[in-house]
């Protein structure tokens, strides 16, 4: 009787997971994943910028607002960093990206302070940020963060020196 119902049990299981197999293939199921939200892009305040294989979904961003990236069709022999510099000048950041690891990809920031890279306060973020290539040959980007905060920026980004 044991055996009959572990039996019932897996037979049942078998008849639930085969369905999700057929109707969600792996490759959709990857290609949503990697897709940006309509709404991540907001076309009030301005439109994407590209420099070589790289997108940045709007060129004007608030305070506490991610800044969205789309890395696409980046050639086997490209390999490299982009840097992200603040309106003063400072790095704030850097992204790695090797061609023939990965052509494409997304990826996103918020700029923020921190007082290891010497960024102390919220003005510090303000104005025009510079992106620039290393490794390859792809020319600067330019972005503004403006002085306004997105709804609850004003609690995450403080002065930190």
């Known amino acids: 009787m044991k055996k009959t119902t572990i039996l019932a049990i897996i037979g049942v ?10 109707l969600f293939p792996q490759d959709e199921q990857d290609e949503r994943s990697t897709a940006l939200p309509k709404e991540l892009i907001d076309e009030n305040i301005s439109s994407a910028i ?3 294989p790289l ?6 961003h608030r305070l506490g607002e991610n800044v969205f990236m789309h890395i696409e069709g980046l ?3 490209e390999k490299g960093f982009i840097h992200f510099f603040t309106p003063k000048g400072k790095l704030h950041h850097s992204i790695p990206f ?7 990809f997304n990826q996103y920031f918020k700029p923020d302070t921190t007082k290891v890279r010497g960024i102390c306060s919220p003005e510090d973020l303000v104005g025009t940020w510079k992106v620039v290539f290393e490794g390859v040959p792809y020319q600067p980007l330019q972005f503004e ?13 403080t002065k930190v020196c």
């Open 13 to 22: 299981s078998i008849i639930a997971i085969i369905p999700s197999i057929l």
């Open 50 to 52: 590209s420099s070589g």
């Open 98 to 104: 090797d061609g023939s690891i990965k052509s494409d």
């Open 75 to 77: 050639k086997p022999n």
């Open 55 to 60: 997108t940045i979904l709007n060129s004007k």
């Open 145 to 157: 963060v403006l002085n306004e905060f997105i709804i609850g920026g004003e609690a995450e980004i």
